[in-house]
């Protein structure tokens, strides 16, 4: 905390708030108590640093251009990013502003809030239509490449192979231009959309997972999500509010929408091999908790493995 201007006072406090996934998220006030900025801390295991340039590089670059991305913060030498060593090992650190609102999952859905998410997803994905370092990021290939060797090393089922070879062949058919393919936010899920009520305003975070791959992928994961949005609406409103929002920001076009299936099963493959890889790790003494989760982990397993039989394809997908 001391690489930042923090208000010490409140640091423990504050620290109460931690939240750890892939990251570990702190939340403190800035010294002049004005703002709570988030200090970030990622394992070098799980994220080089050159990654945490390139994203803070892209966030800034969208800024620059209006879009409501989260802010980073410097440290007290003026830098955007950096390691530290500690007794655990050593980590990427990295710090950003909080912006204003709530997030979506903890939002009342309105047609005109899924409008608007829609149409803030448009706007990310207009900008990225311009964005000039694409190729300096990671890819879809590379993705795949990681999938395949992830089914190799946990040994994954038949099924989950045929499944994996049709979705590589399929990919292979689709377009490569700028207006499909580019960088994607990748998660633009409720928990990193925010809606501030008062100003009508929507702020977006988390862009460590930015790929560079197709951009209906993005639209299927955000409407895959929309049931943590909506309330008292139906699943096909809520779809068309959200797609109306969208193309109101940028082309989305019939090929595109026919793609969304196999982005779907990509993404299903993504998930699948992801938590194999979570559950493989041996984990002595495992308390309650993490069994309990455990057992979830692997019965999500099992459904998403069932789910890639070629008559199953449709499920939760109701809305292709």
Same mark, same amino acid.
């Given at each position: ?45 799980? %994220?080089?640093? $050159? ?24 440290? %007290? ?20 502003? %909080? ?141 068309? $509010? ?53 057992? %979830? ?24």
């Amino acid at each position: 905390m001391e690489f930042y201007e923090c208000d010490m006072v409140s640091v423990d406090e504050m620290l109460r708030y931690f939240r750890i996934s892939s990251n570990a998220i702190y939340p403190f006030w800035s010294k002049t108590g004005k703002r709570i900025c988030f200090l970030r801390l990622s394992p070098i295991e799980e %994220k080089e640093l $050159s990654d945490v340039e390139t994203e803070i590089c892209l966030i800034e670059w969208l800024i620059e251009r209006g879009f409501p991305a989260m802010r980073p913060v410097s440290m %007290k030498d003026g830098k955007l990013f950096g390691q530290i060593n500690t007794e655990w090992g050593t980590y990427n650190v990295s710090c950003f502003e %909080k912006v204003s609102g709530n997030s979506l999952e903890d939002t009342k859905g309105t047609f005109q809030i899924v409008k608007g998410y829609g149409k803030t997803l448009g706007e990310l994905h207009a900008l990225m239509k311009q964005y000039p370092y694409s190729e300096e990021r990671r890819n879809h290939k590379m993705l795949l490449c990681e999938i395949e060797e992830r089914m190799q090393k946990y040994g994954a089922s038949e099924i989950v192979r045929k499944e994996f070879a049709d979705v590589c062949k399929e990919l292979e058919g689709l377009p490569l231009s700028p207006s499909d393919y580019g960088v994607i936010h990748y998660d633009f899920e409720p928990d990193n959309v925010f809606y501030d009520e008062k100003d009508g305003t929507f702020s977006v975070i988390d862009f460590d997972d930015a790929i560079c791959c197709w951009y209906a992928l993005d639209v299927v994961r955000a409407l895959d999500a929309l049931d943590e949005v909506i309330e008292d609406v139906s699943m096909e409103e809520a779809i068309a $509010s959200f797609l109306e929002g969208y193309r109101s920001a940028t082309s989305f076009t019939e090929e595109q929408q026919r793609s969304m299936m196999l982005m779907r099963r990509f993404v299903r493959l993504q998930e699948y091999t992801t938590l194999l890889h979570v559950v493989s790790e041996d984990v002595e003494d495992m308390p309650d908790w993490m069994s309990n989760l455990s057992q %979830k982990l692997k019965c999500k397993l099992r459904r998403l493995e069932e789910s890639m039989n070629a008559g199953e394809r449709n499920v939760n997908n109701h809305f292709y």
